[in-house]
């Protein structure tokens, strides 16, 4: 979800003449979505998995000081960071650093994200160096503001290209009646995506 939000948004700012980089942990030759050619793609292939604790300090030191030496050097106007972790991250490397706007953007309602002890407390506390973070919902501002030091909060909800675009590999719903209607939810199984609500509509 937060890979195609990031490629939508991309695409859409550099049709703007926006000077727009998309920077990732991971390394891009597992990228899906589909970014415009203007769009410059930058990884920094620190995503490794942690085996214990020494490095796991050692592994996201590396990554906040390599962002901390991307942002002095590239002097941005505004970085966007998405996803919890990755919030963190970017309110660790800017410590000190005032010449950007700073915004989190959180992809799913918070307490339903299991962050550990340590990214929880990390996220109370470093949001507040970030000048604003973006909530799904409501609810989830509600929550942020209650459970962090955020200084705002701002509620947009996911955006979305229409006509959808077909992306290989894709498959048509089945039905006899092509002229019922489909109702279809997409995600992974887990907690928060709350599929059990989305059954349990009624049509």
């Given amino acids: 979800g937060a890979e195609r939000v990031v490629s939508t948004l991309a695409n859409y700012w550099v049709s703007k003449n ?9 390394r891009s030759d597992n990228d899906f979505y589909e970014l415009s050619n203007n769009v410059k793609r930058i990884s920094l292939d620190l995503a490794e998995e942690s085996e214990n604790i020494y490095s796991k300090i050692t592994n996201n030191y590396k990554r906040i000081k390599t962002l901390r030496i991307f942002l002095k050097k590239n002097d941005p106007d505004v970085v966007l960071s998405m996803m919890s972790t990755a ?5 660790l490397a800017s410590i000190g650093l005032k010449e950007f706007v700073k915004v989190g953007s959180e992809r799913t309602h918070p307490p ?7 990214w929880n407390y990390l996220r109370k506390y470093l949001y507040y160096n970030l000048d604003s973070v973006v909530a799904l919902t409501e609810k989830s501002a509600l929550w942020l ?34 002229n019922s ?11 928060e995506k709350n599929f059990n609500t989305s059954i349990g509509l009624p049509l």
């Fill in 181 to 191: 209607k489909v109702l279809m939810a997409v995600g992974r199984l887990s907690t």
């Fill in 112 to 118: 339903k994200s299991r962050l550990g002890v340590v």
């Fill in 18 to 26: 926006w000077d727009v980089d998309v920077i990732t942990l991971a």
């Fill in 145 to 178: 503001k209650k459970n962090t030091r955020v200084k705002k909060v701002i509620v947009i909800p996911n955006t979305v290209t229409w006509p959808l675009p077909l992306i290989n590999p894709y498959l048509k719903p089945i039905t006899k009646d092509y």
């Fill in 87 to 91: 919030n963190v991250l970017l309110a």
